[in-house]
């Protein structure tokens, strides 16, 4: 190939035997794009799955689900000969998860559509299903936050090393306030949220807790903190992450997701794109998400 089309500037004066020294390419040269698409990288769907899910398609009209939540049942005893066995009644409660309309659209023009390399729409429909992931994993995060159960981080020890140094867990802050940027995640805030009680996880496991890692847990600036938390003058940044158990949350699901058109725009010169839901969120059993922050 002549120098001239290649553009190398690691090419000898005449490497093919043609004249003329290596150059640039060309003005009238056009510029070639890969057709690879390359995104923006999103959050995946962490917390979603730990959800109970309850659809109603159509089987009642109105804006809210209930969810049947039964109370525990007594002491059992010991039975005796000839006397019949006395039963008890089911006693349960009811709490309901309001739904609402969700959704995102974009649109683009029937000149971009012709005039592009890329398939457009095919990539507006993948950007749309992870804007859809990051919004409905985020949903779920925001519900998990209004628990009303938080830890936080513990200082590391101070002072001489002594026989009893490697089992002194340190001091636990007392309040969000008192997070001096000092107190981290360690086996102990672990410890704190009752590991025995949560559900599978995905990239590793401590004392029994299966820890996930996602881009969508919250972290404060020094000075700043949660809405309505105990304090808000902590010294560093804080880290947040939620211990899950069971029934944490609900998502109550009165249309599943779909991908929807907008029909004939400006004479067709306009095509649009949405995704399109309607469900919502709620705290079933408060007992069973706790907070933890630390620095």
Not at 53 to 65: A, I, S
Not at 77 to 98: D, K, N
Not at 181 to 208: C, H, W
Not at 238 to 265: C, M, S, W
Request: aromatic fraction near 10%; proline fraction near 5%; include cysteine.
């Amino acid at each position: 190939m002549p120098s001239s089309i290649t553009g190398t500037p690691l090419l000898s004066a005449s490497p093919t035997g043609y004249p003329g020294t290596n150059s640039q390419l060309s003005p009238a040269i056009q510029v070639i794009w890969s057709k690879e698409i390359l995104f923006q990288s999103m959050p995946v769907l962490r917390y979603e799955q730990f959800a109970v899910k309850k659809t109603e398609l159509g089987v009642q009209p109105g804006l809210q689900v209930n969810f049947m939540r039964y109370n525990n049942l007594g002491d059992a005893s010991q039975l005796v000969e000839g006397v019949r066995m006395q039963t008890a009644a089911l006693t349960a409660s009811q709490y309901a998860i309001t739904v609402a309309e969700q959704g995102y659209a974009v649109a683009v023009s029937e000149l971009l559509l012709n005039a592009s390399f890329d398939d457009v729409m095919a990539s507006s429909s993948r950007l749309l299903g992870r804007n859809m992931a990051k919004y409905l994993d985020g949903s779920a995060r925001d519900t998990l936050y209004q628990s009303s159960s938080t830890i936080f981080g513990y200082a590391l020890p101070t002072g001489a090393i002594t026989p009893i140094s490697p089992y002194d867990q340190g001091t636990v802050a007392a309040n969000y306030a008192a997070l001096a940027g000092t107190q981290y995640m360690s086996v102990n805030v672990t410890k704190d949220a009752a590991p025995g009680n949560f559900m599978i996880g995905e990239i590793g496991r401590l004392n029994d807790v299966v820890y996930i890692e996602t881009t969508q847990v919250r972290q404060y600036a020094p000075g700043a903190g949660p809405a309505g938390g105990t304090g808000q003058g902590n010294a560093g940044v804080t880290h947040g992450a939620l211990y899950l158990g069971d029934n944490a949350f609900g998502h109550a699901i009165a249309l599943p997701v779909e991908l929807r058109d907008g029909g004939v725009l400006d004479f067709g010169r306009e095509h649009a794109l949405c995704w399109y839901a309607i469900w919502g969120f709620g705290l079933i059993t408060d007992q069973s998400v706790v907070q933890a922050w630390t620095n």
